[in-house]
DNA sequence: TTTAATCTAATCCTTAGGGTTTAGATTTTG
DNA sequence: CAAAATCTAAACCCTAAGGATTAGATTAAA
């Protein structure tokens, strides 16, 4: 796979199970182009372990005592090395894969899966690639695709009272939501301040709301940044 | 691949690009067990042909005038019909991609890759799978993972201001974020509103703000409602 | 071209919100 | 145990914010 004249592959692992820890080392020892540089049955050795043996790729078991996997890939992330980390579970859990992906991980696959699937994700993981098994990647889609429904809804729904309000009203509420009193919005806007209450109290009116406080969240959890933000993309 | 007894895999294709189109449609219909049922050369049309065709899958140009691919995906979406998306693109733009699958595409492909490519899209995405071709699959978690980090970098700086809150003005500070104002805070804390008045001074001084507004903001653009979260999910 | 909507602004009023100080009771920490 | 931090709450002040009405000027729609 690759030249005897290149380095080899540096692996890390990392699992609470001192048998499947020597397991999975047997296994990788196998190949002639990865190496098991360290070893380690809880997370904050493992942090320990990467400053001393600067591996490329770490094995992390997610189920663990004490510093959960989740957790120790976000402190290895912060440490600005370029390790890159696997993550490893016992079982297919959408919610935990997507959420290990999200803090950095660079591949997530099951110890139940065949020991090629594990080479070949130390392989294409070592290479810059992400590496996810069909069946994980369809799982980890459809939690990321759920995950951004809730969103949408909110803003369908809540369109129906945003969008009662005039151009005027958005730019006050805009005005709003970044923090500014009426004093700054009239001198903003170049209008005065009564005006500006004006607005605000028609604003209240409409989204149904007792004070600018309230105002503001309701935009906020209603899509209405984006909706700005939208605009200022497109200009 | 798919018995003849078996009802073939109905495909509706998407795009301005007339020649294109028939080029994807001679290409599709060399394969036995998947029928091109219609074809559209703008988004409107093509909602329209899905009512009245009721294709599984549709083959979605994402560069076209007038309504965008990710705009007509959304629709789709909304309009609660089983079929699967899959976008098409002449180049490998990760937000493009983030965005699409983020609207609910079934799968992502570049019109520049090979034929069999395409049609192995068609048969995974219509198996209920997601697909995304290997260098696609990198790309987008490489913008996936980045769009968290911003996130996180904003609660790791922020931790500095909000973790000088104590537990009682944290407490006060939730409340706030849910729009109640210090009478309503004072009752749903049993104290008075003389000391929600005293705590919310402090949080002022601590978030370094003026006023209620700016503390719901801050505490919003800075990770304090996830945190919260953490803890509901835990407990 | 009227009618309706929007933007502007004033006045008047009331209270909630914000600022400061002081202080007792409790809890945490060195 | 003593010191420090936290939670509680009062009295005081003052202005910003919220509520209501009225109304002129401009603009869009019927």
Redesign the pocket.
């Known amino acids: 796979m690759m030249s005897e004249f290149n380095s080899k592959i540096r692996v890390l692992l990392v699992d609470d199970n001192y048998d499947h820890l020597m397991g999975v080392r047997e296994l990788i020892n196998l190949e002639n182009d990865i190496d098991v540089v360290a070893a380690a049955t809880n997370a904050n050795i493992a942090l320990n372990l990467i400053k001393k043996y600067q591996p490329s790729i770490v094995l992390m078991d997610m189920n663990m005592p004490e510093k959960d996997g989740l957790t120790a890939i976000q402190e290895i992330e912060k440490m600005k090395s370029n390790v890159k980390v696997i993550a490893l579970t016992a079982y297919d859990d959408s919610d935990l894969i997507f959420r290990a992906m999200k803090v950095g991980a660079k591949g997530y696959i099951l110890k139940t899966m065949a020991s090629s699937q594990l080479i070949r994700a130390i392989r294409e993981v070592s290479q810059g690639k992400i590496y996810l098994p069909q069946g994980l990647t369809t799982g980890f889609f459809e939690y990321f695709q759920q995950s951004f429904k809730d969103e949408a809804k909110a803003q369908t729904a809540a369109d129906s009272l945003l969008s009662e309000l ?4 958005e730019e006050v509420l805009d005005m709003l939501t970044q923090g500014h ?3 700054d919005v009239a001198n903003l ?1 170049f ?2 301040e ?2 500006v ?5 028609n604003i ?1 009116q409409k989204l149904q709301v ?4 309230q105002a503001v969240l309701y935009a906020l959890n209603n899509g209405f940044v984006s909706k700005r933000k939208q605009r200022a993309a497109v200009g």
């Open positions: 005039t151009s005027r009203e009193n009426y004093k806007l209008i005065s009564t005006t209450k004006t607005h605000v109290n209240f007792n004070d600018r406080t």
